[in-house]
């Protein structure tokens, strides 16, 4: 069976990432790191920071060119067939640049005709995903004067108006308030339920508890730990077994004395 884009629906990894390498001068970044991500799945990537999740994620995506290795999305060598492959993704980077003199609806129609949607989906889509999104009042307001949670907000709404296959966030509830958070985690319920995947990154490890049915766990550019959340809690929370994989040691029970006098 295949999607009308022709990407094979039978058993293909949603991203697949063989031997993926990055060094910055004598600083390693990500060590061939290799990991499967099925179709389908909810899909957590943990790690402290410096650990090269946002140097993974942004080798996985078609925006930082590997030393080594190779990026798959749905079976399509991200390097090899980038326009194919970015068909099918919708990417919230880390720090996501964007026209400030735009209104973000302005935003969202110019990122919809880049990817060849005729004009009326655009209109239609557009609207539909600033309502949802909490943003329909500022639609109007330039895209630099919004706050940092409005941002990530246009930016996540950009990376689902073409209707993505994988999504893939670096930090998407980073900033955001608890309510806007609340709709974002049922926006990607929903497309995961409806046959979607989603990759995310997060420091908050009840976030993707929560969540996420599978994750991966790097620590100093490696996978410590990967597959379903079950098998890597290993029958702790994940707070803990996060703690006990990367080798760390919650400090704060010693020390400040001049603090607790």
Not at 8 to 29: C, H, N, R, W
Request: charged share 25%.
């Amino acid at each position: 069976m295949t999607t009308e884009r022709n990407i094979p629906m039978d058993g293909t990894p949603a991203l697949e990432l063989q031997g993926i390498y990055k060094a910055f001068g004598s600083k390693v970044a990500v060590d061939h790191i290799d990991l499967t991500i099925p179709a389908g799945s909810f899909f957590g990537l943990v790690g402290p920071n410096g650990a090269g999740k946002t140097t993974t994620l942004s080798m996985a995506t078609g925006l930082l060119r590997p030393d080594a290795g190779t990026a798959r999305i749905f079976g399509v060598d991200i390097w090899r067939a980038p326009a194919l492959a970015k068909e099918l993704i919708g990417v919230l980077p880390d720090g996501m640049s964007m026209p400030e003199r735009l209104t973000g609806l302005e935003l969202l129609k110019y990122m919809g005709l880049l990817r060849k949607l005729d004009e009326k989906t655009v209109d239609f889509r557009s609207l539909e995903l600033l309502t949802v999104l909490d943003l329909l009042d500022a639609r109007e307001t330039f895209v630099g004067d919004y706050s940092t949670g409005m941002r990530k907000k246009i930016a996540l709404a950009t990376a689902l108006l073409h209707g993505p296959k994988l999504l893939v966030l670096d930090e998407p509830f980073e900033a955001v308030d608890p309510v806007s958070a609340a709709t974002i985690k049922n926006i990607l319920r929903r497309f995961v339920e409806h046959g979607g995947s989603v990759v995310f990154s997060s420091h908050v490890m009840a976030t993707v508890e929560q969540m996420c049915d599978s994750l991966a766990v790097i620590s100093k550019g490696n996978v410590k730990a990967a597959g379903p959340m079950k098998d890597v809690q290993a029958g702790q929370n994940l707070e803990d077994r996060f703690v006990e994989l990367v080798e760390g040691q919650a400090g704060g029970k010693e020390g400040l004395s001049w603090l607790l006098s």
